[in-house]
């Protein structure tokens, strides 16, 4: 298999952990930067991300469009990844859910959304709130044209999450383990602050020093982090289209 088809493989199987982790539903996606055309990046067309198979993965450009023929319906949402890509060179995979347990943080301006437990360290320290309607007024708060997607990566400016007012979120990893790995562990971290909330007094949040010593001992591809994809894999039934990575694979994708 060459290199592009391990990395649509590893979006498949992001596709399906995402679905299998409820971070997804019917609807929510997940995005690769092509890794050797970075103007364009790797999308499935409009399917649940439960359904995604190899066949299914689109290759688009940085305007949102796909860059060959395509019959099939896309995901109406995909210029919220072109712009996040066209924004941010760092960004190698993105997603966009809707997921339950973060939307309240959209909706209240009291509590902000921030990192409690060691595990949403990788949200980082600020996740700024879009509001669609700050510059589009009355919309279907669906993000469907590319001023709309370079406005919400705007506000997303250089954090890992921006929230979504009334909608869901988006969240931009350097690889691809990493975004799902953050995605996943948002709403959880959003669900602890919540239930915190409900015990009443003052919140602890995690204090920067120690989301800076989390940071510090990330790597994408560690045995740590490859332990988490193997397993989340296998849960979701693609363990046998996990690919490995080599040592020097994750110096490339890093
Ligand atoms: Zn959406």
């Known amino acids: 298999m060459s290199k592009i088809d391990d990395v649509m493989k590893d979006l498949v199987i992001a596709n399906r952990i995402l679905a299998r982790e409820d971070v997804v539903d019917a609807y929510g996606h997940v995005s690769i930067r092509h890794p050797d055309k970075p103007n364009h990046f790797f999308l499935a067309r409009s399917l649940a991300p439960e359904l995604v198979e190899?066949?299914?993965?689109?290759?688009?450009?940085?305007?949102?469009?796909?860059?060959?023929?395509?019959k099939r319906a896309l995901y109406l949402e995909r210029c919220i990844h072109a712009a996040i890509y066209e924004a941010r060179p760092d960004i190698h995979s993105v997603v966009h859910a809707h997921a339950e347990d973060i939307l309240p943080f959209g909706i209240a301006q009291a509590t902000?959304?921030?990192?409690?437990?060691?595990?949403?360290?990788?949200?980082?320290?600020?996740?700024?709130v879009w509001d669609i309607a700050d510059k589009f007024g009355d919309t279907n708060l669906l993000v469907t044209n590319m001023d709309q997607g370079r406005d919400l990566a705007k506000c997303m400016a250089n954090n890992n999450v921006a929230l979504m007012r009334g909608h869901g979120?988006?969240?931009?990893?350097?690889?691809?383990?990493?975004?799902?790995?953050?995605?996943?562990?948002?709403?959880?971290?959003?669900r602890a602050l919540l239930h915190a909330k409900q015990l009443g007094g003052e919140i602890k949040y995690l204090r920067q020093g120690e989301i800076?010593?989390?940071?510090?001992?990330?790597?994408?591809?560690?045995?740590?982090?490859?332990?988490a994809w193997?397993?989340?894999?296998?849960?979701?039934?693609?363990a046998h289209m996990l690919t490995k990575p080599d040592h020097g694979h994750e110096h490339k994708k890093s």
């Open 54 to 70: 190899f066949e299914d993965i689109v290759e688009f450009g940085m305007d949102g469009q796909p860059v060959r023929d395509e």
């Open 112 to 128: 902000p959304l921030r990192p409690v437990i060691h595990s949403g360290s990788f949200i980082g320290a600020n996740v700024p």
């Open 169 to 190: 979120f988006a969240s931009a990893g350097r690889s691809l383990i990493e975004v799902v790995r953050m995605s996943v562990y948002l709403p959880r971290n959003a």
């Open 212 to 227: 800076d010593a989390r940071n510090r001992g990330y790597s994408p591809y560690s045995t740590e982090t490859w332990r």
């Open 230 to 238: 193997e397993f989340w894999a296998t849960k979701a039934g693609c």
